[in-house]
Every structure is written in structure tokens, then in C-alpha cells.
């Protein structure tokens, strides 16, 4: 069981965390939740279509782009994070910024999905002083810059390691090892290859008793695979990523197209159930 807050989710079985961007400029919906009833609505949509949680982001973090200021984040997500908490929606705050995660988890937020994989002290204490899940996610330097030249000697290796190293820091300042799950971050400072490493290697990251998160949804990553330039077009690819993480061991699944990636993974759970 994977402890979020009030909430507890059976990692046995495909847990889907559906992606609300309320930013200007993401990679794939950029500007398509820019009023709260929007996103509200959209929210409302992909909980009835299959979504456990919804991961609310309000800073773009796709190669290349600028770190907001923690006012222009909080007024972008703050509100939103409120209304759907108090509908008993299970909430996840997508931040690097410790500020915003505390404000979020005040108004009921449940989770905390840190791309910097709790490397900041300040987070560490949020989450400390809070009952949230946590995601522990890897990237190589920062958004800004961390698609020009991406190294690593092992990256399955490189990134196991500091999955674990984090998950057990968090472990060491007292939160419980139930309330952890971790996440590769593919295309957070990774070329196609590396990419495509972190993948076969799903078996090997979710054998350490973590919850393992897929978020390949609609990446670059995936129209490479497919050919597929526009990313709101990289729907089956992605429910194909989705579906191998799947049979390989991930049990959270954060992505955009949640009916079409719940209907192929109801349907894998059908053909493997006993």
C-alpha cells in the first residue's frame, strides 16, 4: 500500500495519476487550463474516466524553459489545489519548490512529486512535518539545460542509485518507507537511448519494494518511437509505454489520456489476473 495523506492505494494493481498542467507553456497542453473552471472541469473528467489522483503542476519544466516565481506558481495552482481536494479528489502537487508544496498540502494536497528527488533540505522538512506521499524523481542538472549534453558512464545504474539513496535519506529523517515512490524521469536529463535503457530496466527499478512510477506520456521520447511530431498525437505510443512499464513491474501511471490508457490497462489486468 502506498500512504498518501488520508489516502491509501493498492500499488498491486495500475494506479493512474492523471496530468493537470495549469501552465502557459508545457510541452503537450500548455494553455489549455488556464482558467480555474477549466481545470477544475478537466480534473473532474479524468477522475471519472479512471484517474486516482491528479497531479496539479503549475511551473513548466520541459527542456529549455525558466523557473517561475513561487508567488506566480502558487497563484496558478493554489485555488485549484483547494476545490478539488475538498471534493475528496486525491491530489498530488508537481513542485521544486518547498513553499509551494507546503501551501498545497494546507488546502489538502496529499502528495508531493518532486522532480529534484527531495535534494533540497527545505523540502525534506515539508514532508517531514506532513503525512503526504512522496515521489522521488530523477533529473540530470536542471530544466533550463538539462537536454544539451546529458552523461552518464551507467544510467540505469546512476539513476537506480540515486532513487535508493534518496528514498533511504527520507527513510533516515523518519518518513515511512510506505508513504515513498520513486520515478526514473525519463526526459528529465536523458538522450533517446538512455531513455530507452530506463525502460527495459523497469523490471530491475521496481524490484526494490517502491512504488515505481511511469511518466512517459506523450514525450519526446515517444515520437521518436513512433514518428509522431506533435505530442497531443502520441496517444497510442504512449499507451504502448505505458502498457510494457506495466508488464514490467511500474504501478503508477501519470499520464494525459487517461480513458485510453485505463481501457489497455484494464484489459492487460484481465488477460494476467488469475
Known amino acids: 500500500m502506498w500512504q498518501c495523506g488520508r489516502f491509501e492505494f493498492d500499488t498491486t494493481k495500475p494506479l493512474i495519476m492523471g496530468i493537470l498542467n495549469v501552465t502557459p507553456d508545457s510541452f503537450s497542453d500548455g494553455d489549455s487550463y488556464q482558467t480555474i473552471e477549466a481545470a477544475c472541469a478537466h480534473a473532474r473528467r479524468m477522475v471519472a474516466e479512471g484517474a486516482a489522483i491528479i497531479d496539479i503542476g503549475g511551473e513548466s519544466t520541459r527542456p529549455g524553459s525558466e523557473e517561475v516565481t513561487v508567488s506566480e506558481e502558487l497563484r496558478r495552482v493554489l485555488e485549484i489545489v483547494h476545490l478539488l481536494a475538498a471534493e475528496d479528489i486525491a491530489v498530488s502537487i508537481d513542485t521544486r519548490h518547498a513553499e509551494v508544496a507546503q501551501a498545497c498540502l494546507n488546502q489538502g494536497a496529499a502528495i ?50 540515486f532513487l535508493l539513496a534518496q528514498a533511504e535519506l527520507l ?81 503508477i501511471f501519470r499520464v494525459h489520456d487517461v480513458a485510453q490508457t485505463a481501457e489497455a490497462l484494464n484489459a492487460l489486468t484481465q488477460i494476467t489476473s488469475a
Not at 144 to 153: D, F, G, L, R, S
Not at 175 to 195: C, L, S, W, Y
Not at 218 to 232: D, E
Request: charge should be neutral; hydrophobic fraction near 40%.
Open 112 to 161: 508531493i512529486n518532486d522532480i529534484t528527488g527531495f535534494t533540497q533540505n527545505d523540502m525534506i522538512e515539508v514532508a517531514k512535518r506532513s503525512d503526504a506521499g512522496c515521489i522521488i524523481m530523477h533529473m540530470q542538472g536542471e530544466p533550463k539545460t538539462m537536454q544539451t549534453a546529458p552523461h552518464y558512464e551507467d544510467v540505469v545504474l546512476e539513476v537506480e542509485a
Open 171 to 251: 527513510e533516515a529523517q523518519g518518513i515511512k518507507r510506505e508513504r515513498i515512490a520513486v520515478d526514473p524521469g525519463p526526459g528529465f536529463g536523458k538522450n533517446f537511448e538512455q531513455n530507452r535503457a530506463l525502460l527495459r530496466a523497469t523490471g530491475r527499478l521496481a524490484s526494490h519494494g517502491y512504488p515505481l512510477m511511469a511518466s512517459w506520456s506523450r514525450k519526446r521520447f515517444v515520437g521518436v518511437l513512433t514518428g509522431v511530431k506533435a505530442p497531443h498525437e502520441r496517444v497510442m505510443g504512449s499507451v504502448a509505454v505505458a502498457l510494457y512499464a506495466a508488464l514490467n513491474g511500474a504501478s
